[in-house]
C-alpha cells in the first residue's frame, strides 16, 4: 500500500513559513507582499479559485486585492488594468485568472505582466528562463509537484519519469523541471500510441490529463511513484453537493502498487495555492531590491 503524499500538510508548512516571514516584515514597519488576482467573467470554478488565493493570501497577512471584471471587458480596458498593476507599488505578485472571455488573446495579456510581478509563471520571459534553467518564476502547478516530492526525499536523478499531459501550464514546465531534476522523461499527450505501456515503463507518473480516473492501477508498475495533478468533478449522488472531486489515476488502485501517491483532493490541488504565496513572497525580495517599474529600465 502506497504511502499518501500529504500535499495538505506539506502546504501548511510552506504557508506556515510564509506567514511568519511576512509577520516580521510587518513587524518591523515594512511593507508587505501583495497579490492582484483579476477574475473577468463569471466562470464558477475560476471563482471558486479565486476565492481560495484570496484567502491564502489573508490568512498569511499579504495584502490582497481582487479584481473582478465583467465578461464584457475588453481587451484594450483588461491590458490597461495590468499596466496600473505594475506600476502599483504595493502589488508585487499580479494572477490573472484563466480561462479569459473568447474575445480577449491570453497571450496578449501574459506577455503585459510585468515578468517580476509574474507569480503564476507563465510570462515568456519566465518560461525562457525555466527552460534554459536560470532563476526565475516557476508555474505553481509544477513547481508544487517538484516541491512535494522534494520534502518526502523522492529521489528523481536517473528515474524513468511520464509526463502525461502538454499544456503550456502544467504539462510542458513539469517535463522541463523534471529534466531539471536530472530524470529521464518522456511526455505522453492525447497523440500517444501506447500510454499504458509508457506507464508500465515508468518509476514516476505525472498525470495531468483531465479525464476521470482514466489511469488505472494495474497500469502501475509495482514500486512507482504516482502524482496525480488532474482535477475532475464527478457526479456522486451519495454526497450533499450530489459531485465529488477525483483525479486522473484511479486511486484506489493505484495505490495497490505505487509507493507514494497523491490523493485527490489534498495532493497537489494545496501545494499550488502554497507555490503561489511563495512565488509572492519571492517577487515582492526581487522588486524591493529592484523597484523601478520594467517599461521604465
Ligand atoms: P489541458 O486540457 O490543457 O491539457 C490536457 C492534456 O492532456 C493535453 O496535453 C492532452 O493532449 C492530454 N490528453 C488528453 N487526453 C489524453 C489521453 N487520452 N491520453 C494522453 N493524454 C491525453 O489541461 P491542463 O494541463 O490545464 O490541466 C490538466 C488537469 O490538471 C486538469 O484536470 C486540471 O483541472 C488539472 N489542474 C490542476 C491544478 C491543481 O492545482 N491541482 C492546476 C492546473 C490544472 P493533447 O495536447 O494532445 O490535446
Given at each position: 500500500?502506497?504511502?499518501l503524499?500529504?500535499g495538505?500538510?506539506v502546504s501548511a508548512?510552506?504557508r506556515?513559513a510564509?506567514r511568519?516571514?511576512t ?7 515594512k511593507?508587505?507582499p ?7 467573467g463569471e466562470?464558477?470554478a ?8 484570496k ?8 495584502h490582497s486585492?481582487?479584481l ?5 471587458t475588453?481587451?484594450s480596458?483588461?491590458?490597461?488594468r495590468?499596466s496600473?498593476?505594475?506600476h502599483d507599488s504595493?502589488?508585487h505578485?499580479i494572477?490573472?485568472?484563466?480561462p479569459l472571455?473568447a474575445?480577449?488573446d491570453e497571450?496578449?495579456?501574459?506577455e ?11 510570462h515568456?520571459?519566465?518560461v525562457?528562463?525555466l527552460?534554459?534553467g ?5 508555474s505553481c502547478?509544477p ?5 512535494l ?12 519519469a511520464?509526463v502525461i ?5 502544467v504539462?510542458?514546465?513539469m517535463a522541463?523541471?523534471?529534466i531539471?531534476?536530472?530524470a529521464?522523461?518522456t ?5 500517444t500510441k501506447n500510454?499504458e505501456?509508457e506507464i ?7 498525470a ?9 492501477g494495474?497500469?502501475?508498475?509495482q ?5 496525480d495533478?488532474?482535477?475532475n468533478?464527478?457526479?456522486d449522488l451519495?454526497t450533499?453537493k ?11 488502485t493505484?495505490?495497490?502498487r505505487?509507493?507514494f ?6 495532493g497537489?490541488?494545496?501545494m499550488?495555492?502554497?507555490?503561489l ?10 522588486l524591493?531590491?529592484?523597484?523601478t517599474?520594467l517599461s521604465a529600465?
Amino acid at each position: 500500500m502506497a504511502q499518501l503524499l500529504d500535499g495538505l500538510r506539506v502546504s501548511a508548512e510552506i504557508r506556515e513559513a510564509v506567514r511568519v516571514e511576512t509577520a516580521a516584515l510587518s513587524a518591523s514597519g515594512k511593507p508587505v507582499p501583495g497579490l492582484a488576482v483579476v477574475l473577468v467573467g463569471e466562470d464558477p470554478a475560476s471563482r471558486v479559485y479565486v476565492g481560495r488565493k484570496k484567502k491564502a493570501c489573508q490568512e498569511v497577512g499579504f495584502h490582497s486585492l481582487e479584481l473582478k471584471l465583467s465578461a464584457e471587458t475588453t481587451q484594450s480596458d483588461l491590458l490597461a488594468r495590468v499596466s496600473e498593476l505594475n506600476h502599483d507599488s504595493h502589488i508585487h505578485g499580479i494572477l490573472v485568472q484563466m480561462p479569459l472571455p473568447a474575445h480577449i488573446d491570453e497571450h496578449k495579456i501574459i506577455e503585459a505582466i510585468d515578468p517580476r510581478k509574474d507569480v503564476d509563471g507563465f510570462h515568456p520571459i519566465n518560461v525562457g528562463k525555466l527552460l534554459q534553467g536560470v532563476d526565475g518564476t516557476i508555474s505553481c502547478t509544477p513547481g508544487g509537484v517538484i516541491e512535494l516530492l522534494h520534502r518526502y526525499r523522492i529521489e528523481l536523478k536517473g528515474k524513468k519519469a511520464l509526463v502525461i499531459g502538454r499544456s503550456n501550464i502544467v504539462g510542458k514546465p513539469m517535463a522541463v523541471l523534471l529534466i531539471r531534476e536530472n530524470a529521464t522523461v518522456t511526455i505522453a499527450h492525447s497523440h500517444t500510441k501506447n500510454l499504458e505501456a509508457e506507464i508500465k515503463a515508468s518509476d514516476i507518473i505525472v498525470a495531468a490529463i483531465g479525464k476521470p480516473r482514466m489511469i488505472r492501477g494495474e497500469w502501475i508498475k509495482q514500486g512507482a511513484v504516482v502524482v496525480d495533478i488532474g482535477m475532475n468533478q464527478i457526479e456522486d449522488l451519495t454526497t450533499e453537493k450530489k459531485t465529488r472531486l477525483v483525479g486522473d489515476v484511479d486511486f484506489e488502485t493505484a495505490r495497490e502498487r505505487a509507493s507514494f501517491i497523491t490523493p485527490v483532493p489534498g495532493g497537489i490541488g494545496p501545494m499550488t495555492i502554497a507555490m503561489l504565496l511563495s512565488n509572492t513572497l519571492k517577487a515582492y525580495k526581487t522588486l524591493t531590491n529592484s523597484p523601478t517599474p520594467l517599461s521604465a529600465l
